[in-house]
Nanobody
Framework: QVQLVESGGGLVQAGGSLRLSCTAS????????MSWYRQAPGQQRELVAT?????????????KGRFTISRDNAISRDNAKNTAYLQMNSLEPEDTAVYYC??????????????WGQGTQVTVSS
């Protein structure tokens, strides 16, 4: 089992910044990638940014140059804890959405699984 804990959402004025974090913990052997998605009211969920095991990143065109995804890993004897961050600068009202963390991971049995976070609300006022 993997637990995802998201934090960092909130209300900010246009032009401001927020930093989202997503911590994955549990019986993780390896994480293939961690991503942030977002879903605005009445719209489909869309990919915002991805970072893979090699720290290669990919961004939606709408956030390039404004958002940065990164991650750090802390491996203990029992569990691996991985945190992904989404630094969001120059926020625009169009960035208002619920942001979801998504993790693609392997357990110690080499079984691949995908887990979604509960979502965190980001609201940008004009």
């Amino acid at each position: 089992q993997v637990q995802l804990v998201e934090s960092g959402g909130g209300l900010v004025q246009a032009g401001g910044s927020l930093r989202l974090s997503c911590t994955a913990s549990g019986s993780i052997f390896a994480i293939n990638l961690m991503s942030w998605y977002r879903q605005a009211p009445g719209q489909q969920r869309e990919l915002v940014a991805t970072i893979n095991s090699g720290d290669n990143t990919n961004y939606a065109d709408s956030v390039k140059g404004r958002f940065t995804i990164s991650r750090d890993n802390a491996i203990s004897r029992d569990n691996a804890k991985n945190t992904a961050y989404l630094q969001m600068n120059s926020l625009e009202p169009e960035d208002t959405a619920v942001y979801y963390c998504y993790v693609d991971w392997l357990n110690y049995g080499m079984v691949r699984s995908r887990t979604w976070g509960q979502g965190t609300q980001v609201t940008v006022s004009s």
